[in-house]
């Protein structure tokens, strides 16, 4: 089995910077790609930015220039830099994993979340 886990949301001023990290752990074999997403109230969950192995990350049009995504491939974590937020930013923030298991099963794997408050 492979795990997810978020860490690092909370309340921010507009303005304000939060660096949320995941870290994936368990029967992984390697990691083709790892990203972030968004739910906000009332809305569809969407892509904030993700990064695939060998291939830049890509970004939604709405964070570029504010966020950055990082990995750090030794500890199988992913972080996301978010400068600059606004109170549209406001959502739970999703963590995705695309992995291949030691039984060489291709998985996706969702986190449970960690919410962002942009608020002042």
């Known amino acids: 089995q492979v795990q997810v886990v978020e860490s690092g949301g909370g309340l921010v001023q507009p303005g304000g910077s939060l660096r949320l990290s995941c870290v994936a752990s368990?029967?992984?074999?390697?990691?083709?790609?790892m990203g972030w997403y968004r739910q906000a109230p009332g809305k569809q969950r969407e892509l904030v930015a993700r990064?695939?192995?060998?291939?830049?990350?890509k970004y939604a049009d709405s964070v570029k220039a504010r966020f950055t995504i990082s990995r750090d491939n030794a500890k199988n974590t992913v972080y996301l830099q978010m400068n600059s937020l606004k109170p549209e930013d406001t959502a739970v923030y999703y963590c995705?994993?695309?992995?291949?298991?030691?039984?060489?099963?291709?998985?996706?794997?969702w986190g449970k979340g960690t919410l962002v408050t942009v608020s002042s």
């Open positions: 368990g029967s992984i074999f390697s990691i083709n790609a």
């Open positions: 995705n994993v695309d992995a291949r298991t030691y039984s060489q099963i291709l998985i996706t794997v």
């Open positions: 990064v695939v192995s060998g291939s830049d990350a």
